[in-house]
């Protein structure tokens, strides 16, 4: 076994140093976007979580302390939840669905290996996003704690050591239900998906339905707790995380050990135990997952044709093809329309469980404040959502971009039928979504449409960036979208639409905070307000529309010269 | 030194091969032929053990596929219809990873590695990246890598695919020196002319069954007819088919 580890390791490592090499060597320009965004992006979010805690401690001294442990515990909870889910669709994709894993199974080589192989290759990729926002909220914690270097080395080491622990889990997950659950596997990943949806959405509306003023009181506090106890289980890694990482400091430093041993020694059990059922059951998976009937007979799908072909009226009949092809192949692959599905699915129930919490019968304050979360939620997941599926579908088609490439039609038009694509479906579903917490909120008019408006010129900013640089920046070699989205045009994609994001939101809110304040003062009146109202759904429309227009002039130059 | 015993594999409702029963003994080239989705390259992978025979059993040197599959695999070369390489290392890093994986000695990986480098002209390009090579390139890459550990088993899906006629020829001429050697070649193609130059023994399948099996004379025999394999494969392939109005 290890000298296969050794063998595979080796030429993986070849591999990331040519990559590197080559990423250096050609384009130093992208590595310091990459690192300038990066290290903007981890400063913001260390400067949120910075005033977060010392806005905490500001409002509650006495339950300053409870209250940071209900902060780590869920975030740590949440977080973990996330990487097993991604660690299982990333284990079956690289094991089950890979070139590479057939070409390795055929020569000499352990599978458990071979497993162990592509384990780590799922930790690298899912694992990174983990990283990059549990160190901004642990170097806060650090910072405001008054810790010294010491604390930020230990906090690292606890990352290192959990990481394992999700995603030994999400790979067994993927191996046992590819290998027990053949001919149900799509039912039940659909069932596991829902099940994930509604257990997210409960936990959430537990979180959010917490009742409180505007001042932090006994009663918030308390609630606050008790809502996040399920969080605290003893039996789950995240909160020895959140334990131990909160253990960190003078006087406590023997707990802090006891729960760093107890997540490494937890690392290695699930890590062995993954590998032994690896030993078992990675080739029966393999075989399952190779036995499935390779032709399906697929309905014609004349309801899509019909839908899209309505709801496209104002594209052409080419543009409205492709873009059906797309559909198809996005609802034939339950990989990616699983991880749409919790994307979008989760916003749905929240919002339609809003009235649970009568939000809709405090003061405007109140209502504000839920209706700008809303809408930065949907727009982040919209950022998500066109950073991960629409961003890759130029690289997707591949190898076989020749066949549109040598479509009789301009190859503009096939830029255009991805942006129409993403723009409409994003638009119906945020819209949808944003409309119904409005209804729920019983928000003013001003409002709803303000945030209709900033959700339009989102959808149209989002679909431009994701597609412009889908084309400015393809990979036609790689069929895993996932890796498509890690390389620099992903990243680069990802940085900019959050920041467009953040942009919109931050905008549209001035005037919704000087006419609704937190406390229930307006420092405009109603007229002012209308006025605000009108220059900041300009002033958006504007910005989106160069979000949009700027990549998508750069990646239909790209296009007209792309070589097939 | 192959053995398939009734052989039968179904996906879902469909059955691609239906009882199957073959052997090819150490020394012979094998050409196995048949119509696009007749269940060429489904035997192919169950010869290698990527997939499993729903019935029947495949041992491959003596050694069971399901159940010795790393034995096996030591004394066998495969080559797939869609040969897979890394982008990111170069040909002479894919040999030498190939090397590894079979623990060739370094020295005579080196001698090895020249030898084909130098038979299959790939000197010039074998330290850039595979990315850059074209198909043909590619292939012969993924064919020196096959014979590095001197495989006493070879099965290939579509070997000559994106060769041009001197590498198709040189690949001819090498597969048929490994059979004179004492290894089993087991290939697949669509080649007519090539199954026809080389092979001692031809295999046709058609919708999962073996419809002909034995050399070329004993296919003449079998339909009557004294022409080239191309007339004789027609013939056999055609026997069952629905013929066009």
Partial sequence: MRADLAVLGAVRWRDLRHRAAELVGRSRFKVAVIGVFSVAFWIGLYRVAAFA??????????????????????????????????????SYSSLFRSKETEFLLAGPLRVESIYLYKLVESVAFSSWAFVFLATPLTAAYGVTQGLGFEFHLFALLFFLAFLLVPAAWGSMIAVAVTALVPRTRRGLMVAGAAGAVLGLAYLLARLVGIQGGTSMDLRMATEVLENTRFSENPLLPSAWLARGILSLRPGRMEDALFFLGLIAANAAFWTAAAYALAARWVRRGWYVSQDLPGRKRMAIHRLVDFAFGKVLFFASPSVRWIVIKDVKSFVRDPVQWSQFLIFFGLLGLYFA?????????????????????????????????SSRFIFPQLSLEGRRFWVIGMLPMPREKILYGKLALSFTTSLILSEALIGLSSFM???????????????????????GLSVGLGALYPNFAEDNPSKIVAGFGGTLNLVLSLSFVLAVIVIQAVPCFLRYGMLGHSSISAREFQYSVALVMAIILALSLAACLTPMALGLRAMRRMEL | ???????????????????????????????????????????????????????GRVTVGGHDLQKEYLAAKRILAYVPDQPYLYDKLSGYEFLNFIGDMYDIPRSERRREIDRWSDLFGMREYLNLLTESYSHGMKQRVVLAATLLH????????????????????????VFRDQARAGATVFMSTHVLSIAEDVAQRIGIIRDGRLAALGTLEDLRRRTGRDGRLEDLYFSITDAASPQPN
């Fill in chain 1, 53 to 90: 805690m010392r806005y905490l401690g500001h409002l509650s001294r006495q339950y300053y302390v409870d209250l940071l442990g209900a902060m780590f515990h869920v975030f740590f909870f949440a977080l973990a939840l996330m990487l097993v889910f991604s660690n299982a669709v990333i």
């Fill in chain 1, 353 to 385: 469980s809003l009235r649970t919490f009568a939000y809709e019968e405090r003061d405007m304050s109140w209502k504000n404040l839920i209706a700008q979360m809303n809408l930065l939620a949907t727009s982040l997941t919209l950022a998500t959502f």
């Fill in chain 1, 441 to 463: 909120l019983g928000t003013p008019p001003q409002l709803a449409v303000l945030h209709a408006v900033a959700l339009f010129g989102v959808c149209l900013g989002l679909s």
């Fill in chain 2, 1 to 55: 030194m192959i053995r398939l015993d009734r052989v039968t594999k179904n996906y879902g409702r469909k059955v691609a091969v239906r009882d199957l029963s073959l052997e090819v003994p150490p020394g012979e080239l094998f050409a196995f032929l048949g119509p696009n989705g007749a269940g060429k390259t489904t035997t192919v992978k169950m010869i290698v053990g990527l997939l499993r025979p729903t019935e």
């Fill in chain 2, 150 to 173: 001197r495989p006493k088993v070879i099965v290939l899906d579509e070997p000559l695919v994106g060769l041009d006629p001197h590498s198709a020829r040189l690949v001819k001429e």
